[in-house]
């Protein structure tokens, strides 16, 4: 098959090409949008990542030039309108777990940092400062924690955060009857956050879960809470937080995704002006950590999507069972 391979970066090149099982691939490094949509004339598929659009309008241009097949190179799908694709006769094929351990570690060292604030001593100690004024934690020991959704991800973080000897509660509307019958609970989404002190996010985004963090949601959260997003940017209303913040609410914030991330992460842009003014906002605080949408940046999971990848590309030419298909 030729594929058309948008949102590259040499990371993903690498892996790709590794673990290509034969297809044609052309890479390019911006992500699919109206402007570049003439790139996929007679290529048979696309290959997407989190921040390439497939609304309707793209996958109508799409399927004009000939592409039958979407590859997702990741598990959400929310940027890929799945009633026009079925419309269209657009098969979307995705990797829906790849090491989840990898992005539940890292949300667990987003927790650690924020608590712990092991950046601020990185940077005091190389500038001869060896105070500890500022740096006073808590332990995660015996410390609340709020799972919000227990697929692959918040199960990988039940297990760690047990571990820690944390208290944990989840929402979800699908409780895990594995996880329940180990000990934990779960309750509405007031409930358990009212309860936390640490509020964590690992469900994907849908029309429910679209600014579930809002200006009202954050009034259930206890003083001083902290607050981690994993999952996808708009699960938060990113003006309700900064008040929140500002306020003295939330005591942490820490993001690996952002609502308006698409035209900034996955890039360099030291050079230029952030013209984004929430973002800057954000990056202005001192209790606010932020990391360019990196938690899946693990070797092991490069490789599963790559594999997966190919492995959804050859059953699709081969019109075996497509076990990865999302349908609306
Ligand atoms: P999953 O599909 O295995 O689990 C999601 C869970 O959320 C399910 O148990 C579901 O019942 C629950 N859920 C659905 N709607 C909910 C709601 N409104 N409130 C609470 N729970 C709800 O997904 P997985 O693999 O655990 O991934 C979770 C999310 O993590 C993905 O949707 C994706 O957005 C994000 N992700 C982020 C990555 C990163 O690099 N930062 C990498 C991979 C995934």
Redesign the pocket.
């Known amino acids: 098959m030729k594929i058309a391979v948008f949102s590259t970066c040499s990371y993903d090149e690498e892996f790709l090409e590794k673990y290509n099982t034969d297809h044609e691939l052309i890479f390019f490094k911006q992500a699919l949008d109206y402007d570049n949509l003439s790139l996929t004339k007679g290529c048979d598929a696309v290959c997407l990542f989190v921040n390439d659009q497939a609304n309707g309008q793209i996958l109508s241009a799409l399927a004009e030039n000939g592409v039958k097949l979407i590859l997702l190179r990741?598990?959400?799908f929310n940027n890929v309108d799945l009633e026009v694709a079925e419309e269209l006769g657009i098969s979307i094929l995705r990797v829906p777990?790849y090491s989840?351990e990898a992005?539940a570690e890292h949300a667990i060292a987003m927790i650690m940092t924020l608590n712990r604030k092991t950046h601020k001593a990185y940077n005091r100690i190389r500038e001869g400062n060896f105070s500890l004024e500022g740096l006073m934690g808590f332990n995660l020991h015996s410390s609340k924690v709020a799972l919000?959704?227990?697929?692959?991800?918040?199960k990988v973080m039940y297990r760690i955060l047990k571990g820690f000897g944390c208290q944990i509660s989840a929402?979800?509307?699908?409780p895990?009857l594995e996880l329940r019958s180990d000990g934990l609970k779960y309750a509405s989404l007031e409930e358990v956050l009212k309860d936390a002190d640490i509020v964590t996010l690992?469900?994907?985004?849908?029309e429910?879960?679209f600014h579930?963090i809002n200006g009202q949601t954050l009034r259930y959260f206890k003083k001083g809470a902290m607050l981690i997003n994993?999952?996808?940017g708009a699960l938060i209303q990113t003006s309700a937080v900064i008040t929140s913040l500002k306020s003295g609410g939330l005591g942490s914030l820490g993001l690996?995704?952002y609502e308006q991330e698409s035209g900034l992460f996955f890039r360099n842009l030291s050079e230029k002006v952030i013209q984004d003014d929430l973002i800057a906002r954000l990056i202005s605080f001192p209790n606010v950590l932020i990391s360019s949408?990196?938690?899946?940046f693990t070797r092991e999971a490069m490789r599963q999507i790559a594999e997966t990848t190919f492995s959804n590309a050859d059953a699709y030419v081969s019109g075996k069972i497509l076990v990865n298909e999302i349908k609306p």
């Open positions: 990741c598990a959400g777990a989840p992005v919000i959704g227990t697929g692959n991800i918040g929402y979800d509307p699908y895990d690992h469900c994907p985004l849908t429910q879960s579930m994993t999952s996808r690996d995704v949408h990196q938690g899946f």
